[in-house]
Nanobody, 130 residues
Framework: QVQLVESGGGLVQAGASLRLSCTPS????????MGWFRQAPGKEHEFVAA????????YYADSVLGRFTISRDNAKNTVYLQMNSLKPEDTAVYYC???????????????????????WGQGTQVTVSS
């Protein structure tokens, strides 16, 4: 059973930083596109950031562009989401996702829709107080 395990969430004040980590268990994800999504209370899941399995292509939601950075360390089999200048509206459960359908030809592709991913983590809570 493939599992994605997120960590790094917490309660911080506005303007602070957090770094989320996502580590798949059960297999190596160095050749998988990865993404981060979030869901705030009473709202739909929202795309946050995506990275291709090559690491060469990255995409961000407008709401986090310039503040969040997605990266991957394939040697550690880990994907990160560095979140700076956090705002109260960033409060949400953050989910890591992995896609298991790519080939070498699509190694530079990133994905922004939930249905484009195959595996999900349980989520980590991020709460930003004003």
């Amino acid at each position: 059973q493939v599992q994605l395990v997120e960590s790094g969430g917490g309660l911080v004040q506005a303007g602070a930083s957090l770094r989320l980590s996502c580590t798949p268990s059960g297999r190596t994800f160095s050749t998988h596109a990865m993404g981060w999504f979030r869901q705030a209370p009473g709202k739909e899941h929202e795309f946050v950031a995506a990275i291709s399995w090559s690491g060469d292509s990255i995409y961000y939601a407008d709401s986090v562009l310039g503040r969040f950075t997605i990266s991957r360390d394939n040697a550690k089999n880990t994907v990160y989401l560095q979140m700076n200048s956090l705002k109260p509206e960033d409060t949400a459960v953050y989910y890591c996702a992995a896609r298991d359908r790519d080939t070498y030809r699509t190694r530079d592709y990133y994905y922004t829709r939930r249905d484009e991913y195959d595996y999900w983590g349980q989520g980590t809570q991020v709460t930003v107080s004003s």
